[in-house]
């Protein structure tokens, strides 16, 4: 195929494009994905008493200051969750928006002990996100795997008896993370769960960089063998660090309306997006928690091209491209999807 040109691309053009283009989704809560909607349907089915007494004066509640002002309300939202069908539900509501925004590829996050600290047995949980996974493959054409994460407020021996329990369903999930409240909880409290994980072929990704220093990525890189750093936005601190995430090219998956909601940067214009791809990191974006920050991907990626006129068809495309190729998908399917991405730009720049 001929060299796309990108100058050819108009910055108006890009949102419709960004839309229309296949894209993987790598940086998705499940439990961020359940809509207030959703949240009070549950909460009916399963005889549970929501937090707040209606859908609005739920959503009025999503105000966040910080990373801790949000964890507070998404851990209530997912209190509602008992039964697989329950799990099954969210996982496919989730599924069906990401289909809508031609996103081919997910890899979903899950918090299981936010579940099995109610009660509820950790095979309820991934039985039913990973039926939703192989309906969404077969009937949406999604192709949809899981990421276990661990709770870093909680102890390692939390997390390995975590692992532990998961391990008659090692291979319903692919691999394995880190998120929930990031300061005082350094990645390297975590590094003997991590090992396991390794031991067992997993992979291995974690969040650091979002509310925490340059020194929580490298400890992530260093003690945690990280694949891919969750947001790791604050890695512009540290110049030492930029070049070593370029030089490996290590995927940060970053999020920029939750940056933005969880006062990460104060406006979407503010965020350092722009720097981080003149950088030449390989940056990918990401909802985060969807349902609490005010938009899926495409939105994600809309809002954040409008808001930052540095940005052109390069870094759309790089971004996508990214997305694809940081997943852990066979080489196979990688393939195939940058194919029909640079078809997708090829027309485009076309004028098609
Ligand atoms: N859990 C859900 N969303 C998160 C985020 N943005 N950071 C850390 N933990 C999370
Ligand atoms: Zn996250």
Known sequence: MNPIDFDAIPRERLPALLRAAPKAELHIHIEGSLEPELIFKLARRNGVAPAYPSVEALR????FTDLQSFLDIYYAGASVL??????????????????????????????PQTHTARGVDIGTVIRGLHHACQRGHAELGVSATLILCFLRHLSEDDAMATLEAALPYRHQFIGVGLDSSERGHPPEQFTRVFERAGTLGLHRVAHAGEEGPPAYIEGALDRLQVERIDHGV???????????LADARVPLTVCPLSNVKLCVFPTMAQHNLPALLEAGLCVTLNSDD?????????????????ALPQLDARHAY??????LEASFATAAAKAGWVAGLDRAFARAAGGA
């Open 290 to 306: 969807p349902a609490y920050f005010g938009g899926y991907l495409n939105q994600n990626l809309t809002a954040a091209f409008e």
């Open 234 to 244: 604050r890695c512009l601190e540290s110049p030492a660090l930029v070049r070593r």
């Open 60 to 63: 009025a509640a999503y105000a």
């Open 82 to 111: 008992l039964t697989e069908a329950d799990f099954f539900d969210m996982a496919w509501a989730y599924l069906e928006r990401a289909a809508a925004d031609n996103v081919v590829h997910a890899e979903i996050f899950f918090d």
């Open 318 to 323: 790089a971004v996508l491209r990214n997305s």
